[in-house]
């Protein structure tokens, strides 16, 4: 339990961190938060990326079959993530609206 409430923060905290910088970088606010459920989708197959390309339909399938087979403390974990990047947007989105204009 211990493990799951350490594991959230830290992907909380990470992904936050990685999309407020690409946030500030790139100046698209919900970029991070559209390719991050790609990039996991990517990470937890063993499926080569050049398979998403050349059977679209199967990879994807597989993918999304491996996504929802593994556990609650997985899925948890990985929604964290989705969470820091999207509360990063709307920290973005504050900061440019109260006048900071990053980089």
Not at 15 to 32: A, D, E, H, P
Not at 76 to 101: C, E, N
Request: proline share 2%; charged share 10%.
């Amino acid at each position: 339990m211990i493990q799951l409430v350490l594991s959230v923060i830290l992907y909380f905290v990470i992904f936050f961190g990685i999309s407020f910088i690409l946030n500030m970088l790139l100046r698209r606010t919900w970029l991070m938060s559209v390719v991050y459920p790609i990039i996991i989708v990517i990470v937890i197959n063993d499926i080569k990326i050049f398979e998403y390309i050349k059977h679209p339909l199967n990879s994807f399938g597989e993918a999304f079959r491996v996504l929802f087979s593994s556990g609650y403390q997985d899925i948890i974990i990985l929604s964290a993530g989705f969470v820091g990047t999207i509360v990063s947007g709307i920290v973005i989105r504050i900061l440019r609206r109260s006048g900071y204009q990053m980089f």
